[in-house]
């Protein structure tokens, strides 16, 4: 495509966290000017926008656009595992997660499953993820292919695990650092894509490997550090047993220097004062993964504590213990955690955690997150009207941020019209 291209419709974005007073901007009949190499030229009232203009116009009535979704935390291979029974987190690794990892020995399994967990990201509107593969080099290897491909914004990396899980799982100190330090050299800041440094978590991790981790974490300070932190009650006690030495949880990574900027720890459910501070002061952030956390009975996030400590947070899926790839339901389940929690979270606040605070959190605000001129026009056309009931509900809506809500409490793939990847969309089928 050679012309500018300006979408006409609903616009909603953040330009800072609704809840510590910043803004959400929202224009009824507003529209989004995208270059023609994919960056948001400008953003405002139709009105405003359309006279004169020299660009191709798409008009998108009755649809919402937001920025596109950024998950902050998802395991691609978990699709296999995804809405399995019964058990809380330990078990649920045992008896569904890792024998599920176990398949993606197989490249071209992996390969498969990877291909379908990049078009359903697209399908559900997220267009940047923080993702674990397996402990197999090639599955990150697939995953970034698959991701090219698309030209998502996504951050990944091979998972480091050697104890605590079935032997076909398991590295090795010495190759969790070789194999990590290939994929980095190979993938990170290869068009959008990012390397994570991925422990498992603790409880999977020798100190010797947790050691490697710590170093591939000094010698690359801009790859990210990604993994688990005080999820469930069972898993700290263990945490607890395994290093007598930790003061905290969050004390056994920060020994090896995991604890540090571009650092993401998914759930934080169960933290000290103390933890929250150095989380703050490291500049690390959390993930919030609320259908996980009901899913797997683990826990209620506390938003408002993790602000007040100034940590920053990112939405996120945590499928498979998440039970939907879909950011709009998981805003949805943010606000039933909250509400039990007793915190209410304004629709424009549930936007915020799921694009331009995770963008934050992630350290990519300054490429995507909203529609600041000059950043990279990732969008998702949103279509209240999809279904008869909630086309239905949509009618009795009197704001934009009414509308959102109800597409967080109602929606899921059938909302998303169509998802751009910088300015080119990507309908649904
Ligand atoms: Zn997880």
Request: glycine residues 8%; contains cysteine.
């Amino acid at each position: 495509m050679n012309a500018r291209t300006l979408h006409c419709g609903s616009v909603m974005h953040c330009l800072g966290n609704p809840a510590s007073g910043g803004r959400l901007e929202r224009f009824e009949k507003g529209a989004l000017l995208v270059s023609a190499d994919g960056y948001v030229e400008a953003v405002g009232p139709e009105e405003a926008l359309l006279p004169g203009l020299d660009a191709e116009v798409v008009r998108h009535d009755g649809h919402v656009i937001v920025p596109g979704f950024i998950d902050c935390h998802v395991h691609f291979p978990q699709l296999d595992i995804i809405a399995s029974f019964g058990e809380q987190l330990m078990d649920w690794l045992d008896r569904y997660a890792y024998p599920g990892e176990m398949r993606l020995a197989d490249i071209e399994y992996a390969r498969e499953l990877a291909d379908l967990f990049v078009d359903a990201l697209l399908a559900y509107g997220t267009t940047s993820a923080l993702v674990f593969a397996t402990v197999h080099p090639h599955s990150a290897e697939v995953l970034f292919e698959a991701a090219l491909e698309k030209d998502l914004r996504l951050i990944a990396g091979k998972v480091l695990m050697d104890r605590g899980a079935p032997e076909a799982l398991l590295d090795t100190p010495e190759s969790a650092y070789a194999d990590s330090r290939a994929l980095i050299e190979r993938w990170h800041g290869r068009g959008r894509l990012g390397y994570a440094i991925t422990p498992r978590f603790a409880l999977t991790s020798s100190e010797a490997q947790l050691e490697q981790a710590g170093r591939l974490a000094a010698e690359y300070p801009d790859v990210w550090m990604h993994t688990h932190l005080a999820e469930n009650d069972r898993e700290i006690e263990a945490v607890t047993k395994a290093f007598p030495w930790s003061s905290s949880y969050l004390d056994v990574y920060d020994r090896y220097g995991l604890v540090r900027e571009r650092s993401m720890f998914a759930h934080c459910l169960h933290l000290s004062d103390a933890e929250r501070r150095r989380m703050a002061e490291s500049g690390s952030a959390a993930a919030f993964c609320p259908s996980s956390n009901l899913f797997l009975g683990s826990g209620l996030y506390d938003l408002e504590r993790m602000r007040e400590a100034g940590v920053r947070t990112g939405l996120a899926t945590d499928v498979g213990g998440g039970t939907c790839l879909s950011m709009l339901r998981t805003m949805g389940d943010a606000y039933k955690v909250l509400q039990l929690n007793g915190q209410v979270l304004a629709p424009a606040e549930a936007l915020y955690l799921a694009t331009l605070g995770a963008a934050e959190a992630l350290g990519v605000d300054a490429h995507v997150g909203n529609f600041v001129p000059g950043k990279e026009a990732d969008f998702v056309i949103l279509d209240p009207a999809a279904t008869r009931l909630s086309a239905h509900r949509d009618m009795h809506t009197t704001s934009l941020d009414e509308r959102l809500f109800v597409l967080t409490t109602l929606g899921d793939d059938r909302h998303v019209a169509a998802t751009a990847i910088k300015g080119t969309l990507h309908s649904q089928a």
